[in-house]
């Protein structure tokens, strides 16, 4: 069955510390992709990444990098010099059953204090 | 680009009591979804559409009906709302079929709360 896993239920951090947010999925598709979305405070769903099962080389964007790793089934989201505008809700998802629809992990609150 | 409304934002009704929530999209997307978000659950899928006169029921569907009369609108309705109901509900769609695992775009929520 597909299962997306976000053990960390809250991280705090201070300004500039470098986060990681982990995210383990089980999956019976050979071929799938990977989600990040955050969810500020102020409520809404911000689609963060997609990645593919082919590639699996680390994908950075500014301050944001993911690590890919199908051997432990894991898509880590890395947060480096965190600011106080990363501070959200950030959930990790998982196509399940075709037709786009997803499964989404219970989600990581993180608290980035000044 | 207004891309994915949700109405109302906010709504509180009384046990029993019924609404429907509307969900509209400019994209032209086939596919639009109904999720509801629950402290330290995530997002759990309770209908979705593939296409205009389609439905479906996802993870969650007791106690929900939905409609999708045209392709840019997905209603969600509560027949008689409990208490069990109250929850953040979102609304996304998607790209066609033949553009498979797009993300989805969400609105911004209803906050939906039953007394």
């Known amino acids: 069955a597909q299962k997306v896993t976000q053990a960390q239920t809250e991280i705090s951090v201070v300004e500039k510390e470098d986060v990681t947010l982990d995210c383990v999925y089980e999956?019976?598709?050979?071929?799938?992709?990977l989600f990040w979305y955050k969810q500020p405070p102020s409520g809404e769903l911000v689609f963060l990444i997609r990645?593919?099962?082919?590639?699996?080389q680390n994908e950075i964007s500014g301050r944001y990098s993911w690590n890919f790793q199908k051997s432990t089934s894991s898509f880590n989201f890395t947060i480096t010099a965190s600011q106080v505008v990363d501070s959200a809700v950030y959930f990790c998802?998982?196509?399940?059953?075709?037709?786009?629809?997803?499964?989404f992990g219970a989600g990581t609150r993180l608290a980035v204090h000044p | 680009n207004a891309g994915v409304t949700q109405t109302p934002k906010f709504r509180v009704l009384k046990t029993g009591q019924s609404m429907t929530l509307l969900c509209a999209q400019d994209?032209?997307?086939?596919?639009m979804y109904w999720y509801r978000q629950d402290p330290g659950m995530g997002l759990r899928l309770i209908h979705y559409?593939?296409?205009?006169?389609?439905?479906a029921k996802g993870e969650v569907p007791d106690g929900y009906n939905v409609s999708r009369l045209k392709k840019q609108n997905f209603l969600l309705g509560l027949e008689s709302a409990a208490p069990s109901q109250t929850s953040v509900y979102f609304c996304?769609?998607?790209?066609?079929?033949?553009?498979?695992?797009?993300?989805?775009?969400f609105g911004d929520g209803t906050r939906l709360s039953i007394l």
């Open positions: 996304a769609s998607s790209p066609p079929w033949t553009v498979i695992n797009q993300p989805q775009h």
């Open positions: 999956t019976r598709d050979t071929t799938y992709y």
């Open positions: 990645r593919n099962s082919f590639d699996e």
């Open positions: 998802a998982l196509p399940r059953g075709g037709y786009n629809k997803l499964i």
């Open positions: 994209m032209n997307h086939e596919y």
């Open positions: 559409s593939v296409g205009e006169g389609t439905t």
